[in-house]
């Protein structure tokens, strides 16, 4: 039952490579969620899947030292308390959710307020969430595993 | 739209697939085929941002479905569906298909939506906000309390999903 | 038109899914196929013909746009329906290690 750790040289190699591509496309995609289609949901949802790519390759013992669950849990929190407030930060200018910071140029990255904060916000919230999630399913002892094991 | 029948089509007959076929890995599979069909209908009927968010979602669901169905052996005995049942989800189906059909004829047709209030959206959004994605500026700006519900739902989803699976860590 | 009816079968399937497959897993399923009938309902509804995709460009000034507001909707929805999705299939696995397998009428049973 006991095989190596995670999946073949070739398959880690590659995977040390185009983690960090995955990363950057995502971290593209919601800085540009303003301008491009895409933003906080979309690019939350990649990061998640590079960090997932990251164990399904090196099998999860091997990741799970490095990323823990915990940590996961204190990011998700911190997006979502980040967004609330800058929805609080609208209340110095009148009321909830009002886009206080300057607007700048359109179509420009610094652009459009609050907009840019808002998405990394649920960017955190959504792929340490989604993230933490696929940790609890990966690490649980899946009653499959206990049966493979018996029928042995 | 002649692309989008075919499309739809595809889907539903990939959605009896995942219904009907004997093996859960194989109907997890058609399923996430429904999904990229779903996908490509986004593409077609032009909402970017929902065809790359559906794309993703898509491959991280059927990851999650994968891990919970794999190595699970369904046991050969016959599962007796009772026939009483059956008819009965019959007539229900039934009446609802007839039930939606005489509602949708109160609908505006098909590629001439009235947008009452998406037209406002889309006049304001370059003055009020100064962001190019419309999808954008609604979701975190003229509608930040639907996100800020969103993400109150994410979150007791997550923390479900982590109270129901850490009970057996410290039983093992 | 027919579109709009196309998408109700849709629905119409995960909803016998739902209602006679005594497998957890096909329900799961029938579930998600249902969730995508409706996020595909809502921009069915939004679509207005020979209309562009709801972002502005540098410089041409369009007007036409299809209707934004749905697809805002549909947006959070849709991550929304991956975290059930997640929580049910946590369930399913919860019940399976509990009783050793997903047929709901063999649970009720060794339930007693």
């Not at chain 2, 491959?59 to 999650?64: E, H, M, R, Y």
């Not at chain 2, 190595?71 to 050969?76: F, Q």
């Not at chain 2, 969103?150 to 129901?164: H, N, P, Q, S, Y």
């Not at chain 3, 809502?42 to 934004?68: C, H, K, M, W």
């Amino acid at each position: 039952m006991k095989q190596q750790q995670g999946m073949s040289l070739i398959v880690k190699r590659i995977t040390k490579i185009t983690v960090s591509l995955i990363f950057l496309f995502g971290m593209y995609i919601v800085l540009h969620g303003h301008l491009t289609p895409g933003g906080g949901f979309a690019g939350g949802v990649i990061i998640a899947l590079s960090f997932i790519h990251l164990v399904l390759a090196f099998g999860k013992e091997i990741a799970l030292q490095r990323l823990r669950e915990s940590f996961f849990s204190a990011i998700e929190s911190f997006g979502g308390l980040m967004f609330l407030g800058i929805a609080l930060l609208g209340l110095s200018g009148g009321y909830f959710f009002l886009n206080v910071l300057p607007k700048g140029v359109p179509f420009t990255l610094f652009s459009s307020g609050i907009i840019v904060l808002c998405n990394i916000a649920i960017f955190l919230k959504v792929s340490a969430g989604l993230f933490s999630i696929f940790i609890a399913l990966a690490i649980i002892r899946m009653p499959m595993d206990d049966a493979k094991e018996q029928s042995r | 739209m002649i692309e989008l029948h075919v499309l739809l089509g595809l889907m539903i007959i990939g959605a009896i697939v995942a219904m009907e076929i004997e093996d859960l890995l194989s109907s997890v599979i058609a399923l996430g085929a429904v999904g990229f069909g779903l996908t490509l209908a986004f593409l077609l009927l032009r909402a970017p941002d929902l065809a790359i968010t559906q794309l993703v979602v898509e491959i991280l669901s059927l990851i999650i479905l994968i891990r919970a169905t794999v190595g699970v052996k369904l046991p050969r005995e016959k599962i007796r569906s009772r026939i009483g049942y059956f008819i009965f989800a019959v007539i229900f189906v039934a009446l609802f298909l007839s039930f939606s059909v005489k509602a949708i004829a109160q609908l505006p047709l098909f590629g001439d939506s009235l947008m009452r209030i998406g037209s406002q959206y889309v006049a304001e959004a370059k003055i009020k906000t100064a962001a190019a994605n419309i999808v954008s500026a609604i979701i975190l700006d003229f509608r930040g309390y639907d996100t800020l519900g969103e993400a109150t739902v994410l979150f007791t989803a997550v923390i479900g999903v982590l109270a129901v699976l850490r009970k057996s860590r410290k039983q093992a | 038109m027919s579109l709009y009816i196309l998408c109700t079968v849709l629905f119409a399937v995960g909803l016998y899914c739902l209602l006679v497959k005594k497998n957890l897993v096909k329900k799961i399923i029938g579930l998600g196929i249902m969730e995508y009938a409706i996020n595909l309902f809502f921009i069915l509804t939004g679509y207005r013909t020979a209309a562009e995709a709801p972002i502005l460009d540098r410089e041409l000034a369009i007007t036409n746009f299809v209707d934004p507001l749905p697809q805002a909707l549909i947006l959070t929805s849709i991550v929304i329906g991956l975290a059930v999705t997640a929580l049910m299939v946590a369930i399913a696995v919860r019940l399976y290690e509990k009783y050793r397998t997903f047929d709901i009428n063999e649970i009720r049973r060794l339930r007693g």
